[in-house]
């Protein structure tokens, strides 16, 4: 069975714990542990290692999914995490101070994995310009859209394994 790997990330209270447990085929692990910093005033317990779940596509495949922890103090876990994967998800909320310097903040710290992979971004809360639903529906976000998303990217990453092989193991197209 073919596998892998697609790393969640984006500051405290983006949504990487919710998003890995909604996409996930089995319950969770997650390492939540009760927040002793200013996590505390947006919520009570925070990742401190990791959230993982995992993706069971029709063909066989398992896509392993990984949420690393938001604060930067944690940050030689993002290390850690991103070896081996395909592909970033960074997740940013809208409501926060300033979503942008969260998106440059992260778009540098995951600078080289982003430029070897390829990166998506996700707003995992729009504030009130409206509501989850109404804008989900409005953009045609699915969690089958999702998943066929999931689909393109290792397909695509399976592809670029295959070229990589020498011609007389894998004959070119050309």
């Known amino acids: 069975m073919a596998t892998?790997?697609?790393?969640?990330?984006?500051?405290?209270g983006s949504g990487k714990t919710t998003a890995v447990a909604s996409l996930s085929d089995i319950p969770p692990v997650k390492t939540d542990c009760m927040a002793t910093d200013m996590t505390r005033q947006r919520k009570a317990e925070t990742t401190v290692a990791m959230d993982y779940g995992r993706v069971n596509l029709s063909d066989g495949v398992a896509v392993h999914l990984y949420g690393t922890p938001g604060q930067e103090r944690f940050d030689?876990?993002?290390?850690?995490l991103v070896g081996g994967g395909i592909g970033l998800v960074l997740l940013i909320d809208n409501t926060r101070d300033d979503p942008f310097q969260d998106l440059r903040f992260f778009v540098n710290a995951f600078g080289k994995f982003i430029a070897e992979t390829g990166m998506v971004i996700g707003?995992?809360?729009?504030?009130?310009?409206?509501?989850?639903p109404a804008l989900y529906a409005h953009f045609g976000i699915t969690s089958e859209r999702v998943c066929e998303a999931v689909r393109t990217l290792v397909h695509r990453h399976t592809h670029r394994q295959a070229q990589a092989l020498p011609e007389h193991i894998v004959p070119s197209d050309n």
């Not at 892998?4 to 405290?12: A, D, E, L, N, S």
């Not at 030689?76 to 850690?80: P, S, T």
């Not at 707003?123 to 989850?132: H, K, L, Q, W």
């Open 4 to 12: 892998y790997k697609i790393i969640f990330t984006g500051p405290v």
């Open 76 to 80: 030689f876990m993002w290390e850690i």
């Open 123 to 132: 707003i995992a809360s729009f504030g009130e310009s409206a509501p989850a």
